[in-house]
């Protein structure tokens, strides 16, 4: 079974920039339906940020214009840059993949059947 890990979270000022890494354990490559969560500390996990595999992204209106998710193929590579940070932000991150595909594109949780970790993002104001 395929495994995620997240890197690239850590502490910054409101109006920086991060960027999310998220690799896959996959030795060769396979189209899997991928995306970004966060969870902030008693509140629901929500969506970010998907890719499709291919060439379709959606993002949650909250991000929209400050991230941008994309994929490195030969690195077997999930990416988040996020810029204009504010302090909402702040959460932690989780990349998702739905190996089986109904869901691809999507935002919504249920779809994905493998999460990574997470990694930490706090942004101060």
């Known amino acids: 079974q395929v495994q995620l890990v997240e890197s690239g979270g850590g502490s910054v000022q409101a109006g920086g920039s991060l960027r999310l890494s998220c690799a896959s354990s996959?030795?060769?490559?396979?189209?899997?339906?991928m995306a970004w969560f966060r969870q902030a500390p008693g509140k629901e996990r929500e969506g970010v940020a998907a890719?499709?595999?291919?060439?379709?992204?959606t993002y949650a209106d909250s991000v929209k214009g400050r991230f941008t998710v994309s994929q490195d193929i030969a690195k077997m590579t999930l990416y988040l840059q996020m810029n204009s940070l504010k302090p909402e932000d702040t959460a932690m991150y989780y990349c998702?993949?739905?190996?089986?595909?109904?869901?691809?594109?999507?935002?919504?949780?249920?779809?994905?059947?493998?999460w990574g970790q997470g990694t930490q993002v706090t942004v101060s104001s």
């Open positions: 998702a993949a739905d190996t089986v595909g109904y869901g691809c594109g999507s935002l919504v949780l249920h779809w994905y059947n493998i």
């Open positions: 996959r030795t060769t490559y396979r189209r899997d339906c």
């Open positions: 890719f499709d595999g291919v060439d379709r992204t």
